[in-house]
């Protein structure tokens, strides 16, 4: 192997772009059970906002732990998430236990959210929740094993 490019010790930050920036907010916000650590989605339909990286493009950012998640509104009305073509497949968020992902699972029923079964992923080292953001992008409740 030749010498690597750089040696990253962690991922900074994730962000996903989405068609509605208040549902995808308010669906995250339940999700993560967190509120936005900045938050610019009520400036999001004035006028050169969505071009600002100062601010964050009328998105909103999530503190989870040591990592950042945001959510950039510059996505068109109507497109959706398609996991077969180039760039993300998937996002995952890991939670504290296995018990943690079952009771994540009632909520989201309560919720009338469609998910996925509650798997073990094996030799994988973690057991997963699947579900579907708004703008159908694929994310995963994660509980490491031992």
């Known amino acids: 192997m030749t010498e690597p490019f750089a040696r990253p010790t962690a991922l900074a930050h994730v962000r996903v772009t989405v068609t509605d920036i208040h549902r995808s907010k308010a669906f995250y916000q339940q999700l993560l059970g967190t509120e936005p650590a900045i938050d610019f989605s009520d400036q999001v339909d004035e006028p050169g ?65 469609e998910h996925g079964e509650v798997t073990d992923l094996g030799d994988a080292g973690m057991v997963i929740l699947s579900v579907q953001d708004p703008d159908d992008i694929n994310l995963e409740l994660a509980a490491l094993k031992g």
Do not use: N
């Open 49 to 113: 906002v969505r071009e600002d990286r100062e601010r964050f493009y009328g998105g909103a950012v999530f503190r989870l732990g040591d990592q950042v998640f945001g959510l950039r509104p510059v996505a068109p009305a109507g497109q959706t998430f398609d996991p077969d073509s180039v760039g993300l497949d998937h996002v995952s968020f890991v939670v504290g236990s296995v018990d943690e992902l079952h009771a994540a699972a009632a909520r989201l029923d309560a919720a009338g959210v």
